[in-house]
């Protein structure tokens, strides 16, 4: 059983779905390519969000919980990985 906060991260990521699907429908129909730029980047934006969402829970919790119960070098890592991620 999802957590309110999977079902949450589900449900936009089912949205990303078919924002994308709309996309491919768009290139397909040939449409205005600043349009398709436009949407382009409105799922570049929600997949962000996804991101967001998914590091404030990290840190807020796991990397927290990991640095005060043993292994702080690994969380330290685990954070300088995705901010660099995040960073590109």
Excluded: F, W
């Amino acid at each position: 059983m999802l957590s309110a906060r999977q079902t949450k991260l589900v449900r936009r990521l089912k949205i990303i779905e078919g924002q994308v699907r709309g996309l491919q429908e768009m290139i397909a129909q040939k449409k205005y390519c600043i349009d398709v730029i436009t949407q382009t980047s409105a799922v570049k934006q929600a997949l962000s969000k996804v991101e967001d969402i998914l590091l404030e829970n990290y840190l807020g919790n796991l990397a927290l919980h990991q640095m005060n119960s043993g292994p702080a070098d690994k969380a330290k890592r685990e954070i300088l990985k995705v901010y660099q991620l995040k960073r590109k």
